[in-house]
């Protein structure tokens, strides 16, 4: 090989690396609609009356909507990196719009969603969301999914001055957008809330970690977690931790894209630590703990950020991990019937989607709340007026119906309070074992897993 | 000390799996100038299909080995035939399989969704596996691959070196034209090679579907460091991309644990670049095909 040869075609390469990474495998802009495809948008113009109150049940069928379709548009990242989790917002969004034009549509109108792909991308979002608003002047929008794709979208959805809800972004602090309404009840400050919540719940048990370590993902939101806002550095797991007097034995940072985890185990077993504190995301924890496995080394106790539920389940040696949830398919979280029947149908959709896990969870109940913000805001101000359904929520909060009341306070940029709970595989499922007014029957946290 | 050691150990292990990735791409570049980026899909692929068998007939995961391996050989001889029938040169490569990376991944999306999939540990008793040699633990998927990798790679250079077939594929990477006159058949050497680098792709990704989750993005994660390998390597040179694999997971595996994770990206790619400055023919050009 010749080397100018070897450096042009290492350059188209890395070009088109780049290229895949950011588009993922699918065309600009792929429209899907409410009925999951991925041709142009098609209506969903199901017959409905007039509703102007908050319809949180959503099982009362008011008839047949009629006239213009309300536009909503948003984007999801249907490709790239995100697109696993994406999945699953995409589906519920279809369960949400299909029930809604089922019971009378929105402010008697039937309900359209356009949903383009936003390739796991920020700028993209940003694009989009821009397209959506100033092109296709659609009526209302949802956030994206995804931290840099929400805060990206929440931008342009300030500078056009639109209501936006938006489901699981993680850089609380960040937002500050006054008619932004986050459906993951995380408060303001998760930097402290989470990690004392996970530290109470390992305290819970009757035993106190002496030592801990901290294997953080360098994705924004995982630091923001583990080491608090960057401004401030306020907070943080590790401060928590230290404040508590555990010892810190190990702090581990590593890159989004990671192929070997070899190494990051053996430092985890060299450090044993009393209690490992994973700030992972995707399939971190589980290919830690795969990794872990194969040099013979099993944590103690173990708690993971927001690693995706599925695959961790199937993973040897997760037995004992802790996460953070907000829902959790089981009582005392479904004693509503409600909750139970729309639940079943969101299994359904995520199991028609291919999607392998299909128990609602964080991800779900936070897609289905989000859209619930939107249909409050519109039927309590009666209009579509932005800045009036955004004063509505304000003044009103949400009725939800996996969350129960919810409240926006502005001067807590519009978070209510921390409402995670802590869940933990057991038996090969995952249970909310804390606080205790939440856990599911007969389940309490185990610490020390061995 | 010893985690620096563990360090390397286990990257030289997983390096074998660079390299038994990298070894199709290397092989068709260099032989048949095809820079086959679809390589990467196939890989997937395979561990998606390794995936779906496994699960559906509860069988051990290894053993599907033996299906996919044929089958991505099939798929190796018609993707060539197919590149020869549309004169598919070495610039159009890169389109052209772009275009079918493009596809497939976008096919795997639809087929499987873009949720992550897992053999469960149920079915796969090798992904927390692992053998102790001298109070080091070596994890089985990567100890696997890293012997797969080392095998094909002597085979495939003995191959190349002492027979016909290799003599004809050397011919051939040095001169299509002269190496027809002489009476070789040019077609049918670059069929059987771009079979057996579909083969190579389905063996990579029986053991990516042993070692970790997979979705249909993964793919985009291994070009920076598998294309590092091939260059590295050399093109065509099978031992070379084995050495180089083992190179780059060494140390990617001690900067890990030196500098921490964050560094490995980095001593990758500081490798890659002192190689092109400095050995742009790649680091065992002597049996190189190209």
Excluded at chain 1, 25 to 46: I, K, L, N, Q
Excluded at chain 1, 310 to 326: F, K, R, Y
Excluded at chain 1, 414 to 432: A, E, F, H, R, T
Aim: some cysteine; glycine content about 10%; charged content about 15%.
């Amino acid at each position: 090989m010749k080397s100018h040869k070897g450096w042009r075609y290492l350059a188209i390469i890395t070009v088109m690396a780049l290229l895949v990474a950011a588009c993922g495998g699918d065309g600009e802009g792929s429209d899907t609609t409410a009925t999951g495809g991925t041709d142009a948008p098609t209506d969903t113009t199901e017959p409905m009356t007039d509703t102007t109150e908050p319809m949180t049940d959503t099982t009362e069928a008011t008839g047949e909507p009629s006239g213009e379709p309300i536009r909503i548009g948003g984007t999801l990242s249907l490709t790239g990196f995100l697109a696993p989790t994406a999945a699953i917002h995409e589906a519920v969004g279809e369960v949400f719009v299909e029930r809604i034009n089922e019971q009378g549509g929105l402010l008697g109108r039937p309900v359209e969603w356009q949903v383009l792909d936003d390739e796991s991308v920020p700028d993209q979002a940003a694009a989009l969301y821009e397209r959506l608003i100033t092109e296709d002047e659609v009526d209302l929008v949802l956030g994206p999914y995804g931290t840099g794709n929400i805060t990206a979208a929440m931008a342009v959805a300030e500078r056009y001055g639109y209501v936006f809800p938006h489901h699981t972004a993680s850089l609380t602090y960040a937002y500050t957008y006054a008619c932004h309404f986050s459906s993951w009840s995380t408060g303001l400050h998760p930097n402290i809330t989470n990690p004392n919540l996970v530290y109470d719940a390992i305290e819970s048990s009757g035993s106190t970690p002496e030592t801990i370590g901290f294997v953080i993902n360098e994705f924004p939101g995982t630091q923001f977690i583990a080491y608090g806002q960057p401004e401030t550095d306020e907070g943080g797991a590790v401060a928590e931790a230290e404040n508590r007097g555990y010892d810190v034995v190990l702090e581990v940072a590593f890159p989004t894209a990671i192929t070997d985890w070899a190494p990051i185990a053996s430092q985890v077993a060299d450090a044993d630590p009393d209690f490992l504190y994973i700030g992972g995301l995707g399939v971190d924890a589980s290919n830690l703990i795969t990794a872990m496995n194969a040099i013979g080394y099993s944590p103690r106790g173990m708690f993971t950020q927001w690693d995706a539920p599925g695959p961790l389940l199937g993973t040897e040696g997760s037995n004992g991990v802790m996460s953070v949830t907000i829902f959790e398919q089981h009582p005392p979280f479904i004693d509503d019937p409600e909750v139970v029947e729309v639940a079943a149908e969101i299994n359904q959709a995520l199991a028609d989607a291919g999607i392998p896990f299909t128990d609602v969870e964080t991800q779900a109940a936070a897609s289905w709340t989000a859209w619930e913000y939107l249909q409050q805001a519109a039927e309590g101000a009666g209009s579509l007026d932005q800045q009036a359904m955004c004063d509505y929520l304000l003044e009103n909060g949400a009725q939800t119906l996996f969350h129960g009341d919810i409240e926006f306070f502005p001067d807590q940029q519009n978070y209510y309070v921390d409402l995670s709970k802590i869940k933990q595989v057991q038996d090969g499922g995952w249970y909310v074992v804390y606080p205790e007014e939440f856990a599911a029957p007969d389940r309490s946290v185990i610490y020390p897993i061995n | 000390m010893d985690l620096v050691v563990q360090g390397i150990v286990t990257g030289v292990l997983i390096g074998g799996l660079y390299a038994l990735m990298a070894l199709g791409i290397s092989l068709s570049w260099g032989a048949l100038k095809i820079i086959n980026l679809a390589h990467f899909s196939f890989i997937l692929l395979s561990a998606y299909v390794v995936y779906q068998l496994t699960v559906t007939f509860e069988v051990d995961p290894l053993l599907m080995t033996i299906v996919v391996v044929p089958v991505f050989f099939v798929v190796g001889v018609l993707i060539q035939m197919f590149f020869h029938w549309a004169k598919v040169d070495e610039f159009k490569s890169l389109i052209v399989t772009f275009g079918i990376f493009i596809i497939l991944q976008s096919g795997m999306q639809t087929i499987w969704s873009a949720d992550f999939r897992r053999i469960g540990s149920e079915l796969n008793t090798y992904a927390s596996g692992s053998l102790t040699v001298g109070g080091i633990p070596l994890p089985i998927p990567v100890l696997l691959s890293f012997m797969a990798a080392s095998g094909i790679a002597v085979v495939m250079s003995l191959v190349l070196a002492r027979t016909y077939f290799g003599k004809a594929v050397r011919a051939v990477a040095q001169d299509p034209e002269m190496a027809r006159a002489y009476g070789v058949d040019t077609r049918r050497v670059a069929v059987l090679l771009s079979g057996l680098s579909g083969a190579f792709s389905a063996l990579a990704g029986v053991f990516i579907a042993l070692g970790q989750a997979i979705y249909p993005g993964l793919a985009v994660s291994w070009f920076g460091i598998v294309f590092s390998v091939v260059i590295l390597g050399g093109l065509g040179n099978t031992v070379g991309a084995l050495t180089a694999g083992v190179i780059v997971g060494a140390a990617a595996g001690a900067a890990t644990v030196i500098w921490g994770p964050l560094a490995a990206p980095l001593v990758t790619f500081v490798i890659l670049i002192a190689a092109l400055l400095f050995r742009p023919q790649g680091l065992l050009t002597s049996r190189s095909v190209a």
